[in-house]
C-alpha cells in the first residue's frame, strides 16, 4: 500500500544544474500538487493539477515547471537550479479539489543546492 | 488575505501533562480544516477533517475541535510517541488551494 511515492529522496545539485523531481500515486486520485517546506514559512504550493491534462500555478511557481504525465504521476522540474531552491519538496494527491477531502502525502525529496 | 496561524511554535510537555494546540485563521469562508502530524523525515500524515463551527473529532488521545475563528487540537494525557511536528491547514471558498500553518513542534518527555 504505497499511497504517494516520491523519488529521489535526497540530492545534492550544483547552481545551474537542472533535475526532475518524480511523484506517483497508486489510489486513483485526480488531483495532485507540489509544494516546498522551508523552516519557518510552512507548505508552499508550487504547482497544482486539478485533473489529468491540467496544471496551474501555486504561490511559489517561478523557477519550476510541471508536467501531469498521467493521472499517476506528476513530476516537478528545475530547469536552472538557485541556492534558494534549497529545501525538502512534497508532492501531495487527493481525490479531487471539489469534494474538501486532505491530502495524502509522500516522504519527500530534501534537495541541496550549492 | 487567507492566513493560518499556529501557536505555540514549540511545546514540551512531561508525560501524562494534557494540553491544547491553537489553530487561527483568516478566510473568506471555510470550505474545511484539516490537522496533520509530520514526523522528522517524512510526509505530513492527515488525522482530522472539521468543516463547520461546532464540529469535534477525536483519535486516541487526540480531540480536534472548530469554532468560527480558530481551531485547537486537544492532547489528554500524552505520550512519548505523540512527539511530532502538528500542522493545520484550511481550504477557502472558491478555491482549491490549501493553507498551511508552520506548525506546533511537541515534545512528551517520559
Known amino acids: 500500500n504505497a499511497g504517494v511515492t516520491q523519488t529521489p529522496k535526497f540530492q545534492v545539485l550544483k547552481t545551474g544544474q537542472s533535475m526532475t523531481l518524480q511523484c506517483a500515486q497508486d489510489?486513483?486520485?485526480?488531483?495532485m500538487y507540489w509544494y516546498r517546506q522551508d523552516p519557518g514559512m510552512g507548505l508552499r504550493l508550487i504547482y497544482y493539477?486539478?485533473?489529468?491534462?491540467?496544471?496551474d500555478k501555486g504561490e511559489v511557481p517561478n523557477g519550476y515547471n510541471v508536467s501531469r504525465l498521467n493521472k499517476r504521476e506528476f513530476s516537478l522540474r528545475l530547469e536552472s537550479a538557485a541556492p534558494s531552491q534549497t529545501s525538502v519538496y512534497f508532492c501531495?494527491?487527493?481525490?479531487?479539489?471539489?469534494?474538501?477531502?486532505?491530502?495524502?502525502f509522500g516522504d519527500g525529496t530534501r534537495l541541496s543546492i550549492l | 488575505e487567507d492566513q493560518v496561524t499556529q501557536s505555540p511554535e514549540a511545546l514540551r510537555l512531561q508525560e501524562g501533562e494534557s494540553s491544547s494546540l491553537n489553530c487561527s485563521y483568516t478566510?473568506?469562508?471555510?470550505?474545511?480544516l484539516f490537522w496533520y502530524r509530520q514526523d522528522p523525515g517524512k510526509g505530513p500524515e492527515f488525522l482530522f477533517t472539521?468543516?463547520?463551527a461546532g464540529e469535534e473529532k477525536e483519535k486516541e488521545r487526540l480531540k480536534a475541535t472548530l469554532t468560527k475563528k480558530e481551531s485547537f487540537l486537544h492532547i489528554t494525557a500524552p505520550k512519548p510517541e505523540d512527539s511530532a511536528t502538528y500542522l493545520c491547514?484550511?481550504?477557502?471558498?472558491?478555491?482549491?488551494?490549501?493553507?498551511f500553518g508552520t506548525g506546533t513542534r511537541l515534545k512528551v518527555l517520559a
Open positions: 493539477s486539478a485533473s489529468e491534462g491540467t496544471t
Open positions: 489510489m486513483n486520485h485526480n488531483s
Open positions: 501531495a494527491s487527493t481525490r479531487t479539489v471539489f469534494d474538501n477531502q486532505p491530502q495524502h
Open positions: 491547514a484550511v481550504q477557502a471558498s472558491g478555491t482549491y488551494k490549501y493553507i
Open positions: 478566510v473568506s469562508g471555510l470550505r474545511g
Open positions: 472539521l468543516y463547520s
